[in-house]
């Protein structure tokens, strides 16, 4: 690393923490380390209730048609791996295109919470439902997981076509005993209990 001195003269960074006798003094070290520390602390991003790094979320599954999606919003709990694979049957069944969405994927429910969020019905295409991973966290024992809840301009000409969009989560069970979903404007949208 250099030290810019003037638009031609530059100056390895290391030589501003010596003195004359070329050794670098205490109280440069100390301050050199203090600076460290607080960088890394405050200077990456980092908040308190940044979340533990075992603590995730992951997008199993999205569309814009899931089965048994009522007429409004819904987010439940996929319990068993039976009703795993039925979510990801159903939402194969459903597509218009061929695809690889009707296997399961293995999850180990030991380890890992299923959420399956649904718009709901909607009467035209352009809705959609995504996880904003980055956005989502722990705060004070709540798991508070942001989504992009998209609805089409009210003034744009869409197909009229009946969708329900969804999304599916995979979640880590460390540190929370509740979950909040909230919206891209971080508007509430649910609050659940985390099952045992």
Not at 156 to 185: E, H, M
Request: proline share 7%; hydrophobic share 40%.
């Amino acid at each position: 690393m250099t030290v810019r001195m003037t638009e031609k003269e530059t100056m390895p960074a290391c030589t501003i923490l010596k003195k004359k006798g070329g050794r670098p003094t205490a109280w440069a070290g100390a301050v050199l380390l203090l600076l460290l520390a607080t960088l890394f602390t405050y200077g990456m991003g980092r908040k308190a209730d940044t979340p533990p790094p075992d603590f995730a979320v992951h997008t199993l599954l999205r569309g814009s048609q899931s089965a048994g999606s009522g007429n409004g919003p819904s987010a439940e709990w996929v319990r068993s791996r039976d009703a795993l694979e039925r979510v990801f049957a159903d939402a194969g069944s459903l597509q218009l295109s061929a695809s690889e969405s009707d296997q399961a994927p293995d999850v180990d429910l030991a380890a890992y919470r299923v959420l399956l969020v649904r718009m709901g019905r909607k009467p035209t295409a352009g809705y959609a439902v995504r996880c904003l991973t980055e956005r989502s966290g722990l705060t004070n024992g709540t798991a508070v997981i942001t989504l992009e809840w998209a609805e089409p301009p009210p003034d744009r000409l869409n197909a009229q076509v009946v969708t329900s969009p969804f999304v599916l989560l995979k979640i880590t069970k460390a540190g929370y005993s509740r979950v909040k979903l909230v919206d891209q404007d971080d508007r509430t949208l649910f609050e659940l209990e985390a099952p045992q």
